[in-house]
């Protein structure tokens, strides 16, 4: 069965770091595009940064590029999303899930995006 399943993430203090991992299960990796999405309390759930296949290549959210860095090891069937100099506003359920558009690079519209995993936690707090 199609499945993604998130870890890493945890109790942070603010200006720390955290490595946050989305392995498959199910099928391939390496032929999608995978993104990266969260959701802080009270709010919706936003694009964070998207990564492609054959090539590698990263979107990022304007707002986050320079502190998160998502990579992805195929022959781990993992993809990553390094998180640097947290705040307290980065508090949110982080998610991944598959890309299933067909453009030359993956886009963070929620929409075009299934098998989402069941997220993990990450709390930046002192």
């Known amino acids: 069965q199609v499945q993604l399943v998130e870890s890493g993430g945890g109790l942070v203090q603010p200006g720390g770091s955290v490595r946050l991992s989305c392995a498959a299960s199910?099928?391939?990796?390496?032929?999608?595009?995978i993104g990266w999405f969260r959701q802080a309390p009270g709010k919706e759930r936003e694009g964070v940064s998207c990564?492609?296949?054959?090539?590698?290549?990263?979107v990022y959210t304007p707002s986050l590029k320079g502190r998160f860095t998502i990579s992805r090891d195929n022959a781990k069937n993992t993809v990553y999303l390094q998180m640097n100099s947290l705040n307290p506003e980065d508090t949110a359920v982080y998610y991944c899930?598959?890309?299933?558009?067909?453009?030359?690079?993956?886009?963070?519209?929620?929409?075009?995006?299934?098998?989402w995993g069941q997220g993990t936690q990450v709390t930046v707090s002192s």
């Open positions: 899930a598959v890309y299933r558009g067909y453009g030359s690079s993956c886009r963070l519209e929620l929409n075009e995006y299934e098998y």
């Open positions: 199910g099928f391939s990796l390496g032929y999608f595009a």
């Open positions: 990564i492609r296949t054959s090539d590698g290549s990263t």
